[in-house]
């Protein structure tokens, strides 16, 4: 059973639109061990989202949260949504360096000091992030400061983006540097790319627009918590189911390849 876990995007102030989500996730099955709020605050993103961390408490929802923090000051808000109930929260590394590329600092530290201590003060984790055009291999010693990455597989802004292959070379970068740790790949998901990704070895999958924009989402749901990458293979950048037959082979060992 594959990790999903459910995003909501909602435009800032729409309360309704949260309580929406919320309900179809209550329904869901299995319960998603976690849900995913983006917070965008139309200058690091393109637009605005839903961002107010005192009236997720009025939603009184207790499962596992995660706040993907698409701010250019995350550290100006990330206590608020602890305080909220957040149990991890997702920076992006493009706003915690400055102009000379040198992680931003703070009266008593670094930036990435503050949020970690931060996180670690209210039991939580801080989860880096990284926009699609920012090559990993830049900023490697700031990645090894943490424990958990999130790959974005999309540009910030909008629902409904398509997923951009070049994450999958991210996941293998991170992989390579931190072989044990939480990836998880956000952006652009149906059942094909998430066989791409899933393949690709990441931990979860973070879904909005495939699930939300369903027509049954709890159908939506449960197609990618079960998807099972073995069952497919790539071919030229696409992926293509495998024969029964093709699978029996490889289970028994007797797959044979040959040279032409």
Known sequence: MNTIIPAINCHVGDDDCVREHLAIIRDLSPQPSCIHIDICDGIFTPHKTWNSPLAWKDFQYTGGLEVHLMTEHPERIAEL?????????????????????????????????????????????????????????????LLRRFQEFQVLSVTPGFSGQHFLPLTLEKVSFLRSIKPHAWIEVDGGMNTETAVSALSSGVSALVSSSFIFSHSNPAVAYRMLCDIDPSAFSSTSGAVVKKSPAVQSKKRDGRSRSRSH
């Open 81 to 141: 949504w602890l305080q909220a109930g957040a149990q991890r929260i997702i920076v992006h590394v493009e706003t915690l360096i400055d102009v000379s590329g040198s992680v931003r600092h703070l009266e008593d530290g670094d930036v990435i000091d503050y949020l970690l201590q931060l996180c670690q003060a209210y039991e939580a984790t801080c989860m880096i992030s990284s926009i699609p055009e920012t090559p990993l291999v830049s900023i490697e010693p």
